[in-house]
T-cell receptor, first 113, second 111 residues
Framework: RKEVEQDPGPFNVPEGATVAFNCTYS??????FFWYRQDCRKEPKLLMS???SGNEDGRFTAQLNRASQYISLLIRDSKLSDSATYLC??????????????FGKGTKLSVIP | DAGITQSPRHKVTETGTPVTLRCHQT?????MYWYRQDPGHGLRLIHY???????DKGEVSDGYSVSRSKTEDFLLTLESATSSQTSVYFC??????????FGNGTRLTVT
């Protein structure tokens, strides 16, 4: 099983739609989780951290399910500007593993007018 | 944006030549990382540093070396560049349990 897995997509959704991405991870001792956004030919940028109780930032909601070892990202009322690749990131467990963060390969989202 | 600068932004070099990429930060963050990004593979860790002169290998370290002689600079060296090292290289910084912040990237082409 790969360490961090995402559905590569692409997800093609109309403006205003709600879309959800999942990301599974293999290390049950992982402690930190993040969602990044990457535009074409640009660096990844932090979208939001993922907290155990779930968290929301405007139209974006992130959730963590430790029992099933996945994190999710929900985007409501999609905008054209949301078109990008979304990367989930998971760190290792304690010790040296905690220094390393592993990226999923990303899920591509295209929001269509 | 976090104060992190990569240089050069673009480089074309020939197979067999040495290449050094530089990452400079003004945030005084402890951890620095070098990733490469390729189609179909996503971001893969090459090397990382957890302090001055403290470095360790990532998953794709073969053919690369790094040095960190001071907190703000993390150098990535390709001793003898190969075509398989054509890629986009990203440097990133972070503190304990905090997210990564990335530089703008270096596009390296090895001909």
């Amino acid at each position: 099983r790969k360490e961090v897995e995402q559905d590569p997509g692409p997800f093609n959704v109309p403006e205003g739609a709600t879309v959800a991405f999942n990301c599974t991870y293999s290390n049950s001792a992982s402690q930190s989780f993040f969602w990044y956004r990457q535009d074409c030919r640009k660096e990844p940028k932090l979208l939001m951290s993922v907290y155990s109780s779930g968290n929301e930032d405007g139209r974006f909601t992130a959730q963590l399910n430790r029992a099933s070892q996945y994190i999710s990202l929900l985007i409501r009322d999609s905008k054209l500007s949301d078109s990008a690749t979304y990367l989930c990131v998971v760190n290792g467990d304690s010790g040296a593993g905690s220094y390393q963060l592993t990226f999923g390969k990303g899920t591509k989202l295209s929001v269509i007018p | 944006d976090a104060g992190i600068t990569q240089s050069p932004r673009h480089k074309v070099t020939e197979t067999g030549t040495p290449v050094t990429l530089r990452c400079h930060q003004t945030e005084n963050h402890r951890y620095m990382y070098w990733y490469r990004q390729d189609p179909g593979h996503g971001l893969r860790l090459i090397h990382y540093s957890y302090g001055v002169k403290d470095t360790d290998k990532g998953e794709v370290s073969d053919g690369y070396s790094v040095s960190r002689s001071k907190t703000e600079d993390f150098l990535l060296t390709l001793e003898s560049a190969t075509s398989s090292q054509t890629s986009v290289y990203f440097c990133a910084i972070r503190e304990d349990y905090s997210p990564l912040h990335f530089g703008n990237g270096t596009r390296l082409t090895v001909t």
